[in-house]
């Protein structure tokens, strides 16, 4: 059994940032790509981004591009999200995911998915 396991989330003001992580247990996920999702209230999920196992490509959507950064550290079988410049729009459920292939995360589907971080951003 694999467990995704979100932590970073709270409530933050416009223009702050927040680090969210999301640590893997059960199983390495050291081949699978990585991904953020959120879903706002009332909303469908929507994809954030994603990052491939090497840690070397990633891809964001143009909501997020210029202000949030995905990274990993396989070492510690944990991706993360930062997210700076926040603004109420941010305000979601975000949640982590994990799948062998990157298009399927980009195609809004994972394997694997986490419980969610509740993220709230202040005007």
């Known amino acids: 059994q694999v467990q995704l396991v979100e932590s970073g989330g709270g409530l933050v003001q416009a223009g702050g940032s927040l680090r969210l992580s999301c640590a893997a247990s059960?199983?390495?996920?050291?081949?699978?790509?990585m991904g953020w999702f959120r879903q706002a209230p009332g909303k469908e999920r929507e994809f954030v981004a994603t990052?491939?196992?090497?840690?070397?490509?990633?891809y964001s959507a143009d909501s997020v591009k210029e202000r949030f950064t995905i990274s990993r550290d396989n070492a510690k079988n944990t991706v993360y999200l930062q997210m700076n410049n926040l603004n109420a729009e941010d305000t979601a459920v975000y949640y982590c995911?994990?799948?062998?292939?990157?298009?399927?995360?980009?195609?809004?589907?994972?394997?694997?998915w986490g419980q969610g971080t509740q993220v709230t951003v202040s005007s």
């Open positions: 995911a994990a799948d062998p292939a990157t298009p399927t995360l980009v195609g809004g589907r994972s394997q694997y």
């Open positions: 059960g199983r390495t996920l050291r081949t699978y790509a």
């Open positions: 990052i491939d196992w090497t840690g070397i490509s990633t």
